[in-house]
């Protein structure tokens, strides 16, 4: 007898794939085709920086909450890993094992499908038993995995088809660039396709979608607001370092697009001309006050500049590790997956895929 309820895996083969927009992307079709819903995210994870954690796993609250499911429609997580859990699990030793919890935990689903989150990775969570392909065995699961267009993107999708076999029943290419765009829809597309792997979807470069708000920025670095508190909710696209002379300055950080930068305290002439450009934050590094025409320019241009009190290259990869992993809620953002993302999603396809019966209007 065929499964009543179907479940369905998004997992992917590495971090900031884009796999959460996904998750809500296919989520808003799926309801706008009547289907009722479960979500869920059977591991979920916490990043940690030294002793410090960086950020919890706010899908579990967020997605539920966007989707307007009751609370008998969400399934709480199994287990969070962040160093102290993975440690607290090694050191323990033995086998832990969710996968006999996991079948419990799924047993009492209604509605038309459940959708769950997996990890990151097919590697994540093989410490308990919780990998994407563990899941997956347990839960009888599809799993349609999310893979940002890379040169590599295509050994690791066949890989990943080897370890999840008649499981996978199909891919969503995200970020996709616009000189990739015909390579892709003319050769890859065709090629994953004749391998057996379904492209349900074919999504381009987002760069807002994987961007931060300084006020996360402001909170991940501990950083002092000099001035423009009040606009903490401009979002940053990109990371640009300025330690080079003036004027290949102005040339580097006119490329940018909502970007942040980050140079020296005692930099006036770069400070200048970042704010010159699209600049939506100025990070300042060495504890060095910055002179006072620079702070007038930042507030005439409404650009917050911050302080903080590590050096470049740190202050740099802090930030950088924020990019893909800061969570959709951002009324923005949210209107970009429900308006661009969403109708990208071959929605049709997937539930044939599902075994759903057909939309009522296609």
């Not at 009751?70 to 050191?91: D, F, M, N």
């Not at 392909?133 to 995995?145: F, T």
């Not at 080079?244 to 400070?271: E, P, W």
């Amino acid at each position: 007898m065929p499964k009543l309820v179907k479940h369905l895996l998004i997992g992917s083969t590495e971090a900031s794939s884009g796999k959460s927009a996904v998750v809500l992307a296919i989520a808003f079709q799926l309801q706008a085709q009547g289907l009722a819903l479960n979500y869920g995210k059977p591991l979920a994870s916490v990043q940690v920086s030294g002793e410090k954690i960086g950020l919890a796993d706010t899908d579990l609250n967020f997605i539920p909450t966007i989707l307007g499911l009751t609370p008998e429609a969400c399934r709480p997580t199994l287990i969070s890993l962040s160093e102290k859990v993975l440690a607290e699990q090694i050191g323990a030793g033995g086998e832990p094992d969710f996968n006999s919890d996991l079948q419990k935990y799924w047993d009492d689903c209604t509605g038309d499908v459940v959708l769950l989150e997996g990890p990151s990775t097919l590697e994540e969570g093989a410490l308990v038993k919780l990998s994407l392909p563990d899941m997956a065995a347990a839960l009888d699961a599809s799993v349609l995995l999310v893979m940002r267009y890379t040169r590599q993107m295509v050994d690791q999708l066949i890989s990943a088809q080897g370890r999840l076999g008649e499981a996978l029943i199909g891919v969503v290419i995200n970020g996709v660039a616009e000189d990739d765009a015909v390579w892709v829809s003319e050769k890859v597309v065709p090629y994953l396709e004749q391998r057996g792997i379904p492209v349900v979807a074919t999504l381009p470069h987002m760069p807002f979608l994987r961007g931060m708000r300084v006020s996360e920025i402001v909170r991940h670095l501990d950083a002092e607001v000099l001035c423009c508190a009040d606009h903490l909710d401009l979002i940053v696209e990109s990371l640009k370092i300025g330690a080079m002379n003036v004027n290949a300055a102005l040339r580097f950080f006119s490329q940018g697009h909502h970007q942040a930068v980050v140079t020296g305290g005692d930099r006036r002439d770069l400070q200048i001309a970042a704010l010159e450009t699209s600049t939506h934050c100025l990070i300042l590094t060495g504890q060095i006050a910055p002179a006072k025409d620079v702070i007038d320019l930042a507030r005439d241009k409404e650009v917050p500049v911050l302080t903080v009190a590590t050096d470049t290259l740190s202050t740099v990869e802090s930030i950088d590790a924020l990019f893909g992993h800061v969570p959709l809620n951002n009324p923005d953002k949210v209107r970009l997956v429900r308006e661009l993302m969403a109708e990208e999603v071959d929605i049709v396809r997937l539930m044939s895929l599902l075994a759903l019966p057909p939309p009522a209007i296609a």
